[in-house]
């Protein structure tokens, strides 16, 4: 991986997920939808991605982006490569295996 490069896409993250606001209300898992049991929430109000996602985190330390790959993930995958930080520009063979941990690191500084 390109360190240098990689740094810069954790810098550039953090800003995205400081500035873009979401509600926790919208963030449910593919597993949690399909519960049978599930019952859509009440809309939560609109606050930044990043203090959602340092709950979600929080919560479930080891598994918390499992569910949202559909839709979040891959959304911020190809923001990545939209904004320069593809496959070959990171030197990696797939940004699947990547985005979770750009996330991780951009939410720590």
């Known amino acids: ?3 240098q490069k990689r740094t810069e896409c954790v810098q550039w993250m953090t800003a995205l997920l400081q500035k873009t606001k979401g509600r ?5 898992s593919l597993t949690e939808a399909l519960d049978p049991k599930w019952v859509e929430p009440e809309p939560t109000p609109e606050e ?3 203090d959602i996602l340092r709950r979600k985190i929080a919560a479930k330390p080891k598994d918390w982006c ?3 790959h559909f839709g979040f993930g891959m959304s911020i995958r190809n923001l990545m ?3 320069g930080f593809g ?3 990171l030197e990696v063979d797939n ?6 941990e750009v996330i991780r690191d951009a939410l720590l500084q």
Do not use: A, I, K, T
């Not at 926790?24 to 449910?28: G, P, R, Y």
């Not at 940004?95 to 979770?100: A, G, S, T």
């Open 81 to 83: 490569r939209s904004n």
């Open 66 to 68: 499992v569910g949202h």
């Open 1 to 3: 991986m390109n360190e």
């Open 87 to 89: 496959e070959q520009e």
């Open 24 to 28: 926790e209300s919208d963030f449910v």
């Open 95 to 100: 940004l699947d295996d990547y985005y979770v």
């Open 48 to 50: 930044p991605l990043s």
